[in-house]
Structure formats: C-alpha cells, structure tokens
C-alpha cells in the first residue's frame, strides 16, 4: 500500500510558483512529511520536513492539512535550477524508515 | 566539509563475485541507511543503523549484508552479486531528533552497480 501518492509530471513557468501536491491519507499522528528532490541521479537534497503546523525556509513552503491526509509543497519563484523530480516521503517505525515513492517530475520551462 | 562519502562511484563485476559498497560520514550521525534505486520504483530502503552495532532491515533487504562497528562507517556488503541488484545505491546519514522524532537525511552522491 503507497504511503504517499503525487502526480507524476508537472510544468512551471519559471518566475511562477510551483505547488506540488502530496497525498498521505494514512499517515499516523506521530509521522513526518518530509520533501527531497533529486537532480538527475543525483543523491537527493532535503528540502523541508513538518509534523501539523506548515512550514517555511529559504528553499520552499510547505503547507500540510488540518486532516495531515495531505500536503502541498510551494516553491515561490520556480527557476530552471529546480527542475527535478520532488519527493513526498512519510516516515515509520519511529522515523527509522522512509518510503519514496516515485516523485513528482517537475519541469521549469523558460 | 560535511558530507556523505560512498565508494566505488562505478563499479562493473560479475554475478557471484563478493564486493563491499562502503559508505562513510563526518558529522558524527548515529544514523546511516542504505537505498537502492530502480528506475520507475523510486527509492527503496535496504538496510538501516540507529547507532554502532545496531542494524535493522528495510524493504529489500534480502542478497545483503550490512555492518556497524563504527559510527562513521557503514558498508553494504554483497555476498554474492546476481544481475537483478543491478542499481543506482545511495547511502544517508542522520542526527536523529529523538526528542522531537524528525529524521533529516544527508544523502551520498550514489554508487551505480552494474553485475554481468
């Protein structure tokens, strides 16, 4: 059973905010969301992680439901830079384990 | 510079000759884990440490081996390599929060493995 489900493509205009939306329906009260994103084959890059509250740093927003069944990641001015598949990770067993999925492709088109 | 180191980067061998992917980090985590990467799979867990001598299995573990006898270290070991662990690996590396339970990965920059 997925923990997490995203869409598998999206396009952004670049100069324009880039909402890349996660659904984690079975998520339990205790669980992080956590984004990464992966350039290429890249190692992935921690982007940000939340609990309840939505969070900011310098890198994006993330904004999680009052539910917590689902969350939307904002990347406010997407650059080309950004192109790379993001991903939606929950964690389990105490945080000890993740599961990936297969991301959201994200494509900043000039 | 803070990092997660992995070697070999590329390595081509063949099916049933043993090899060690070692993976080691410099920030005095107490966390390291292993991932494979497939293409349309995503990321899968393989094995993971919470502390020196202290191993636990993820999704995939089966044809692997890991060890944890110190805190920087923690080698992936094959025993015997068959074509189907064919992968993009990637090591991480945490300072677990316990207090708070958030688990902030560094990734490693990824060993591709390639088994004829």
């Known amino acids: 059973d997925a923990k997490t489900t995203q869409p598998p493509s999206m396009d952004c205009a670049e100069g324009r905010a880039a909402n890349l939306p996660c659904n984690h329906s079975?998520?339990?009260?205790?669980?992080?969301v956590y984004w990464y994103r992966q350039i290429h084959s890249q190692g992935p890059q921690y982007i940000i992680h939340g609990l309840k509250n939505n969070e900011t740093n310098e890198m994006a927003s993330l904004i999680i439901t009052e539910d917590r069944k689902s969350s939307t990641l904002i990347l406010p001015h997407a650059t080309l830079r950004d192109t790379a598949v993001y991903y939606c990770?929950?964690?389990?067993?105490?945080?000890?384990?993740?599961?990936f999925g297969t991301g959201t492709s994200l494509t900043v088109i000039p | 510079e803070a990092q997660v180191t992995q070697n070999p980067r590329y390595l081509i061998t063949v099916t049933g000759k043993k090899l060690t992917v070692t993976c080691s980090q410099n920030?005095?985590?107490?966390?390291m884990s292993w991932y494979r990467q497939d293409p349309g799979l995503g990321l899968r867990q393989i094995y993971y440490?919470?502390?020196?001598?202290?191993?636990d299995k993820g999704d995939v573990p089966e044809g692997y081996k890991v060890s944890r006898k110190e805190k920087r270290n923690f080698p992936l070991i094959l025993e015997s390599p068959s074509p189907n662990q064919t992968s993009l690996y990637f090591c991480?590396?945490?300072?677990?929060?316990?207090?708070?339970?958030?688990?902030?990965?560094?990734f490693g920059a990824g060993s591709r493995l390639t088994v004829l």
């Open positions: 440490s919470m502390n020196v001598e202290v191993t």
């Open positions: 991480a590396s945490s300072l677990f929060a316990r207090v708070t339970g958030a688990n902030v990965l560094t």
């Open positions: 990770i929950v964690s389990v067993r105490d945080g000890n384990q993740f599961y």
């Open positions: 079975t998520i339990s009260g205790n669980e992080y």
């Open positions: 920030m005095n985590h107490e966390y």
